[in-house]
């Protein structure tokens, strides 16, 4: 925390929020910087890598290409790549769960929202549903709160 300077990050995510995203920020920052001179066989900042990186005559496609690999071979190496590949597949049914329109879940209301907190928002303002005791949980299939 010293060395980043986010030294009110230590009194911890509630007094101090900014700070503390900052210095977990950089610390991931330098765990992937890390990383990659591990993977480069680089003990310093100062040791030359062991790529053979793409001159700028070299097109750009095939620079794009090189980087590319360079980047899948690291995810492949360091996050494994089934895991990756299952966190982004979660994320796109979520993303195609939550695009709208959202009709509001009142027997008698037909109102549409572009967004589910929206709708959560009209729901729990003209119709009490949070009040409602009949509710298993406060927070929706999508992670909002009802």
Same mark, same amino acid.
């Given at each position: 925390? =010293?060395?980043? @300077? %986010?030294?009110?990050?230590?009194? @911890?995510?509630? %007094?101090?929020?900014?700070?503390?995203?900052?210095?977990?920020?950089?610390?991931?920052?330098?765990?992937?910087?890390? &990383?990659?001179? !591990?993977?480069?066989?680089?003990?310093?900042?100062?040791? !030359?890598?062991?790529?053979?990186?793409? &001159?700028?005559?070299?097109?750009?496609?095939? #620079?794009?290409?090189?980087?590319?690999?360079?980047?899948?071979? *690291?995810?492949?190496? *360091?996050? @494994?790549?089934?895991?990756?590949?299952? $966190?982004?597949?979660?994320? =796109?049914?979520?993303?195609?769960?939550?695009?709208?329109?959202? $009709?509001?879940?009142?027997?008698?209301?037909?109102?549409?929202?572009?967004?589910?907190?929206? #709708?959560?928002?009209?729901? $729990?303002?003209?119709? %009490?549903?949070?009040?409602?005791?009949?509710?298993? &949980? !406060? $927070?929706? !299939?999508?992670? *909002? *709160? #009802?």
């Amino acid at each position: 925390m =010293n060395r980043t @300077g %986010k030294t009110r990050a230590a009194q @911890g995510v509630k %007094k101090h929020y900014n700070e503390y995203k900052d210095f977990l920020q950089r610390e991931v920052e330098a765990h992937i910087c890390a &990383s990659f001179m !591990e993977m480069l066989d680089m003990k310093t900042l100062d040791d !030359e890598s062991n790529l053979c990186i793409p &001159s700028k005559d070299v097109s750009k496609e095939s #620079r794009q290409k090189w980087f590319m690999d360079l980047c899948q071979e *690291y995810v492949e190496r *360091y996050l @494994g790549y089934d895991d990756v590949m299952s $966190i982004v597949n979660q994320t =796109n049914a979520l993303q195609k769960k939550i695009v709208g329109p959202f $009709i509001c879940r009142s027997c008698s209301c037909e109102m549409k929202f572009v967004h589910h907190s929206g #709708r959560v928002r009209h729901e $729990i303002k003209e119709h %009490k549903l949070l009040a409602d005791k009949d509710l298993e &949980s !406060e $927070i929706d !299939e999508f992670g *909002y *709160y #009802r």
